[in-house]
């Protein structure tokens, strides 16, 4: 009896399989409150909010954390009908120190810790940014962020030659600046470091305007720079496209039809191309 | 009779197919008509135009309006002339709610309401701005948007991942840009709502300058979410590029002739390649 | 014998075909006139290089019209060497209306014009500007121009549809930017076409930062319209890319060796695919 | 026994292969000592980091000079072992010229220089700036700057055509310019040169906002190249990603599995995929 409460809890906090209605709306109940934990933390910040709906929005941080303290616990309680972590001890350790348990966590100690040790004003403000970090909650339920995470595992090298790439033009392109420009502008090339903030804000084409070449030398050097190095910059996001298609692209593969052997794309998603594919192999 | 006439009628007001000479000229003379009016309600704005063609363009809406409140009317009364909608009530009510016919409705309303219901001026000067609503009337010929819309439809669950990721990405670099220069620049960033703003500017790569980090903490961290970011909201380009390439490919396919069965190609658009593709063919 | 010279002298001021040295070096010293004309213009409006250089300019300029009008005489003169322009009058005035030969009489008619018609100074400095026109004159021998117009010229549907939902998207951010800053910033959003130009600068991510909402609902909206319009204002990027790679694509195909049957690229440029694509062959 | 030594020494300083532990561990010493050189020289910039360890840099740096100094001359020593550069005068000269050699020599001669030479100190200070060129030295170990090197060569001619593409538009749109916005803005638009400023800031979308058209005319046009100009700039972005994506595609080649003759790509990656070609294949 207890060992199937156990087993029935711990159904229902992972994220629920079609058909088992109940952990469906306990999910839904989850990230319906993560994402107003969310907004209520970004709009808790505007004055105007703070000082009309502060203490209502104090009372649903309090609902919110007691909420997520209660599915710790149980999680952390029923984890053991688990097959891998069955041990009451050492499962259950090994089941905290998952990232997803961990980030559980980490989604109510900002709330806890204040608690038990004391701290200044300015420690508190900063311990609430970390409220936000219950958006990575989504995660379980989340399929765009699992994307994403994938994605970026799966094109881990190519990110890194990339990132590899960038870094050395970012350095030429702000030590050059910087012996060119800082006698000129001594305040904002100030020094090789200062300098790529200048690199940086060009590079990615954001272009604020608080920094650029004053002179003619380097205005020819800022526009080399710019041609150069923009093409140079996209490549990661080349990268993540690409990545980004693939997975797409995989995701469709369920559909039981036969497969391009080539891109993995669907053949015959519309019927006169598989038509044309039997047609094409019988020609030979 | 009455009733040739009326299927006549609905023909002409449909899009017209090939051959049928009388619906091509009316189709032409309304989305000429649908085009003048977006220009006049774009340079009616300017006072020079306003001063000097006032008179004009006021007699060229009542014009439009006209034309457009006759078109209307004849497709509601002749829609009846179509099998889906032969029910002289409720056939002409299902045929009223569909979207292009809203939208015909849309395009004529903000003329009669202000006569139906009083309205102060500003409220009238908003309503004008309905009047650019005309512009789907397009919709009904224009291929452009209709792949627009079938892009965006097609691609809708790529765009919503990419939309989550781009949400996310904006919630976490506003709300710590917001800690970061909160006390440099107590106007800019006086919540995170309003460091969205640069996020946003910063993120799309607008970059107009009026916000940026000025503390070298700040500078550090708009450096990185520059170079992180902006990766990331290119994801939605890329996918509404790949979904426009993918839809201008499908569109080719109304030529007969073999088709790549693993892109939807055609094969063969140059005589050597298609050679090439029966000599591989025939090779095994 | 006059025949012959004719007839050579169209060979050598046509493109060379390799084998033709005299064409060749004709070919080379008029790219390097040209080039050499285009710098020449650029420079001259730098006042020190006017102050200092101005009468070898204008000579290299004197020496560079005498050059274009000797080729221009001598084109029209040979042209009946070809068989489609060999009647001495109708064949001359057809062969004159192709688009590269009237460049070349555009090429040196800035410099006749004011000689035969009187002008004032501002006329004849716009007409100044119309000897860039000689670049044009590259086309005849610079692939890469040639190369550009024949992907505009194959993307021209695509192109096409991407203007008008950019167009579309124009008109209705220009126009909710109006109604939604006109007051607040009576003079850069003073009409819609003045509101255009925050458009167009934001939706190409240019970003200048001249014009840039003030009012919080404004930079709602334009928050809006850089996170919708950035994606849609790539697809001409997008579109060119494509082509782009497709036309380069064409141009590998003059090898010998079998080609892809789908994509039209070279298959087995690495022995080691071309051996998997046998292997996969007979496998069948 | 010297011969060995010498061979010895050749193989651990060039890229260690598997199994030579002594080779791999020189090798990372030398990339760590390359890299903190990299970030010595742009640290020492900042006066707070110069004043504060600045005699701890400039040992660093004798430091490196002398490692460097000695692998030099170790490599110039050793080379001989290699069969190409047998000889001991003609060998040791030709592999002095390789490129990465060349490099070696350049990442110490910024410091003997000034001893052999009398400078003033300006020079001294450029002359510091090519100690940044040491990075280059990691070209011999980093599979990033080796792959950027063979997509800029692969990509040659794609680049060239894209470039002169830029160029040709570049001209256009600051010789246009100039002649607008001359009278508007004689400091801006002092002379073609000083307008291409403008056209680069633009036409990469950095847009910084120090130089933009005021007059209207001059905003139609900036718009209009814009518009035109963004698609054509980014040529070189989609070429250089396609270049990219391309020699990731080669690096997966190693591993022995059919591949598909058409892009290149790994058949098989997933076993459906490939029961998908057999049965495609077989149905022929």
């Not at 319906?32 to 502060?54: D, H, K, Y």
Request: charged content about 20%; overall charge positive; some cysteine.
């Amino acid at each position: 009896m207890y060992k199937a409460i156990r087993k029935r809890t711990f159904e229902i906090l992972e994220p629920g399989h079609n058909g088992d209605l109940t952990s469906k709306i306990v999910d839904l109940f989850i990230m319906l409150l993560i994402v107003l934990n969310v907004v209520a933390v970004v709009f808790e910040t505007v004055p105007e909010v703070q000082s009309r709906f502060g203490p209502y929005l104090h009372a649903f941080d309090l609902f919110s954390v007691g909420v997520f303290t209660v599915e710790y616990l149980l999680r952390i309680w029923s984890c053991t009908a688990d097959e891998h972590y069955r041990h009451p001890v050492t499962g259950r350790l090994r089941f905290m120190v998952r990232p997803m348990v961990l980030i559980d966590l980490l989604a109510i100690l900002p709330f806890y810790l204040p608690k038990l040790f004391p701290m200044d004003m300015r420690e508190v403000r900063v311990l609430r940014l970390f409220r936000l970090l219950r958006i990575f909650k989504l995660g379980r339920y989340s399929t765009a962020l699992q994307l994403l995470g994938r994605i970026l595992y799966n094109k881990k090298e190519e990110l890194a030659v990339g990132l590899v790439v960038m870094l050395i033009l970012l350095v030429f392109a702000s030590s050059s600046m910087y012996y060119v420009e800082r006698e000129a502008q001594p305040e904002a090339f100030s020094s090789i470091p200062a300098a790529m903030w200048w690199s940086v804000v060009t590079l990615t084409t954001v272009g604020y305007g608080d920094v650029s070449p004053v002179t003619p030398l380097g205005k020819l050097l800022g526009a080399f720079v710019a041609l150069i190095g923009v093409g140079t910059f996209a490549l990661p996001t080349a990268i993540l496209a690409n990545g980004f298609m693939q997975e797409i692209d995989r995701r469709h593969k369920d559909c039981g039809q036969p497969r391009c052997p080539h891109c993995g794309g669907p053949i015959g998603r519309r019927k006169s191309d598989y038509k044309t594919y039997q047609y094409a192999s019988k020609a030979s």
